[in-house]
C-alpha cells in the first residue's frame, strides 16, 4: 500500500535466516520448490538481504512471478537469535542457522513458517495468527517466564517483557462502522484512544479508575512531617492537588468533590479496600477494578510528572510576558421608540 506505507502479503510462507543474505545461489533453491507447489508468497526474515539476492527478488516481483517481502531481523547478537526463535515458534517454522547444521540452500518447504497476515511498515512488522503450535507458544512463555525470574538485569527483564508480550499478545482487527463520516470520525478516535490507553496498560500495568489512585497516594503524604515550614507548604499543595481531579469529576457530574472524596476515603477506610471509588455514571461507590474503570499507570504518573514540571518551571520563572486585558466596551444603548 504505497500511500500508506506498508507491505501487506497474505497467507504467506516465512524464510527465517539468521545471516545476510547476498547470493543469489542461496535464495535461489527456496524460490523453486515454492513455484513448484503453486505458491508465490513469500516472508524473508534475516540479518540483511542485498546484493544479487536482493537484484533477484526484485526481478521477480516485477516479473510477478512471486509475491516476496524481505525483512531486517530484530534486536542484535544473541538477543537476535532468541527473537528469531520466537518467531519461529510463532509461525512454526525452523530458524535456518549453520549452528544445527542447516544451510540456506538446503531448506526446504517444511522449514518455513506459515502466517495468515504479514503486514510491515518502515519501521514496525506484524505477524497476524501464526500457525505455530499452540503447546510449543506455551513452552516458549514459560522458557521467556523463567528468564525473567532469573535476569538479575532490569534492562534484559525490559527486553525480555517485551518479547513475552509479543508471544502472548495476539493481533486483532476492530472494525468500525456508522451512518455517517462525522460520526464514523468520532468512532475511529475513541477507539484509537482506547487503543492508546491499552497500549500503556500493558507496559506499565493499571490502578483503579475515576482518579482514585491519586486519592490513594494522598494518604502517605499526610504521613509527611518535615521540619522546614515552607516545604511542609509544598506537601499541603501536592496533597490537594491530587484530590483536584477527583474533585472536579464530582462537580462535572453534579456532586459536591468534598463529599465525594471524604466518603471515598471513609469507605475505603471501612471496607479496607483502596480500589472503592465514585462511579459519575451510576452515582454509586464500586469497586473500580471490579466495574473495569480503570486508568493505565502510564497516563497518571506522566499527568502527574507533568503538572509538577510545570509548577517546578513556573517557581523558578522571573518574569511572564502576557496581553494586557482589554476592557470591556459599553454595551451600545438600544434605539429608539418611535
Do not use: C
Not at 530484530?74 to 526463535?85: E, I, S, Y
Amino acid at each position: 500500500v504505497p500511500e500508506a506505507m506498508e507491505a501487506v502479503i497474505n497467507d504467506p510462507y516465512i524464510l527465517i535466516y539468521d545471516k545476510k543474505v547476498s547470493a543469489a545461489a542461496d535464495i535461489v533453491p527456496i524460490l523453486e520448490k515454492l513455484v513448484q507447489i503453486g505458491k508465490r508468497d513469500l516472508v524473508i526474515i534475516a540479518e540483511d538481504v542485498d546484493g544479487e539476492a536482493l537484484a533477484t527478488l526484485v526481478l521477480n516481483k516485477l516479473r510477478g512471478m512471486l509475491n516476496v517481502l524481505a525483512i531486517k531481523a530484530p534486536g542484535f547478537g544473541d538477543r537476535r537469535k532468541a527473537m528469531l526463535q520466537d518467531i519461529a515458534v510463532l509461525t512454526g517454522g525452523t530458524v535456518i542457522t549453520e549452528e544445527l547444521g542447516k544451510k540456506l540452500e538446503s531448506t526446504t518447504v517444511a522449514d518455513l513458517g506459515r502466517a495468515k497476515k504479514v503486514v510491515a511498515t518502515k519501521d514496525d512488522t506484524t505477524v497476524v495468527d501464526g500457525e505455530g503450535a499452540a503447546k510449543a507458544i506455551k513452552g516458549r512463555i514459560e522458557e521467556i517466564k523463567v528468564e525473567i525470574d532469573k535476569s538479575t538485569s532490569d534492562y534484559d527483564k525490559e527486553k525480555l517483557q517485551e518479547r513475552l508480550a509479543k508471544l502472548s499478545g495476539g493481533v486483532a482487527i476492530i472494525r468500525v462502522g456508522a451512518a455517517t463520516e462525522v460520526e464514523l470520525k468520532e468512532k475511529k478516535h475513541r477507539v484509537e484512544d482506547a487503543l492508546s490507553a491499552a497500549r500503556a496498560a500493558v507496559e506499565e500495568g493499571i490502578v483503579p479508575g475515576g482518579e482514585v489512585a491519586l486519592i490513594n497516594a494522598t494518604s502517605t503524604l499526610e504521613k509527611l512531617k518535615l521540619d522546614d515550614d515552607d516545604e511542609q507548604a509544598g506537601v499541603t499543595i501536592i496533597r490537594r492537588a491530587l484530590e483536584a481531579p477527583l474533585r472536579k469529576l464530582a462537580s462535572n457530574a453534579g456532586a459536591d468533590g468534598s463529599v465525594i472524596i471524604s466518603e471515598v476515603r471513609r469507605r475505603a477506610k471501612e471496607e479496607k479496600n483502596k480500589n472503592i471509588g465514585y462511579n459519575v455514571i451510576s452515582g454509586e461507590y464500586v469497586d473500580m477494578i471490579k466495574e473495569g474503570i480503570i486508568d493505565p499507570v502510564k497516563v497518571v504518573r506522566g499527568a502527574l510528572e507533568n503538572a509538577a514540571s510545570i509548577a517546578a518551571m513556573i517557581l523558578t520563572t522571573e518574569a511572564l510576558i502576557t496581553d494586557i486585558p482589554e476592557k470591556e466596551k459599553p454595551m451600545a444603548p438600544p434605539p429608539p421608540e418611535y
